[in-house]
T-cell receptor
Framework: ETGVTQSPTHLIKTRGQQVTLRCSSQ?????VSWYQQALGQGPQFIFQ???????GRGNFPPRFSGLQFPNYSSELNVNALELDDSALYLC?????????????FGPGTRLTVL | AQSVTQPDIHITVSEGASLELRCNYS??????LFWYVQSPGQGLQLLLK??????LVQGIKGFEAEFKRSQSSFNLRKPSVHWSDAAEYFC??????????????FGTGTRLKVLA
């Protein structure tokens, strides 16, 4: 069974650019959540996708957007990058929305904005 | 509001000593609680989780945690720390919305340093 994978591992962008991060969910998982972890902080919930629809969003501006594909993989897009967007971006997949469905985390993508 | 507090930002212990990392949560219903460990530059690894039942939960790597509803706490313990336990530890609560969104709310983490 393949776990959650994310690509790329590292990324360097400049302010104002756009970036796309990718996540492949664990086999059979239909729910993907994205988190941002700034340096020295705990992960913060960005949004969640369930069966290709956005199913909840944290306190992040609209320039953070996402997609989920029929195979349940997901993308996180960030437009007009700002220096504060530099962080580790974590993807987590789960089997459904119920609280007892554990979220499994990928290794993350480290984004640096210069 | 739903929140998780980890009061200790840094903790230093000697190898072989016991360890307790504190976690307090604020959540209206019966919480789902988690402890994760993160090594530098790595993702999150689940140590243990509490959903219901026995309030003392056993996890991997010799860790355990105790859920105390009256104190809104879920402290992580290990009787004898190994040098490889040096890492950052995060407590999290699973939070639901009426919309069906289920997210984790994380504490700010406790960085553990182990002295040889």
């Amino acid at each position: 069974e393949t776990g959650v994978t994310q690509s790329p591992t590292h990324l360097i962008k400049t302010r104002g650019q756009q970036v796309t991060l990718r996540c492949s969910s664990q086999s059979g998982h239909n729910t993907v959540s994205w988190y941002q972890q700034a340096l020295g902080q705990g992960p913060q919930f960005i949004f969640q996708y369930y069966r290709e629809e956005e199913n909840g969003r944290g306190n992040f501006p609209p320039r953070f957007s996402g997609l989920q594909f029929p195979n349940y993989s997901s993308e996180l897009n960030v437009n007009a990058l700002e220096l504060d967007d530099s962080a580790l971006y974590l993807c987590a997949s789960s089997l459904g929305l119920a609280g007892y469905n554990e979220q499994f985390f990928g290794p993350g993508t480290r984004l640096t904005v210069l | 509001a739903q929140s998780v507090t980890q009061p200790d930002i840094h903790i230093t212990v000697s190898e072989g000593a016991s360890l307790e990392l504190r976690c307090n949560y604020s959540y209206g219903a019966t919480p789902y609680l988690f402890w994760y460990v993160q090594s530098p530059g790595q993702g999150l690894q689940l140590l243990l989780k509490y959903f219901s039942g026995d309030t003392l939960v056993q996890g991997i790597k010799g860790f355990e945690a105790e859920f105390k509803r009256s104190q809104s706490s879920f402290n992580l313990r290990k009787p004898s720390v190994h040098w490889s336990d040096a890492a950052e530890y995060f407590c999290a609560v699973g939070a639901s919305k009426t919309s069906g969104t289920y997210k984790y709310i994380f504490g700010t983490g406790t960085r553990l340093k182990v002295l040889a």
